[in-house]
């Protein structure tokens, strides 16, 4: 799934709007048609657990 930021108006949905959750070949359209721009995906990191090192007690 990708996001898609449009460039210009689409559909009823205003130019700047992020339309979310689409499928790659509908967000691939989109840019294909000059009317959205693809966003990376920003993955966040997993938290980290703490670890037994030698501050452990």
């Known amino acids: 799934m990708m996001n898609v930021l449009l460039t210009k108006k689409y559909k009823g949905h205003a130019a700047g709007e992020i339309l979310t959750n689409l499928s790659v070949g509908e ?11 693809k966003l990376k995906d920003e993955e966040q990191p997993a938290p980290k657990k703490p670890g037994k090192g030698a501050d452990a007690e």
């Not at 967000?27 to 721009?37: D, F, H, R």
Request: glycine residues 18%.
């Open 27 to 37: 967000a691939t359209a989109l840019e294909n048609i000059g009317v959205g721009q």
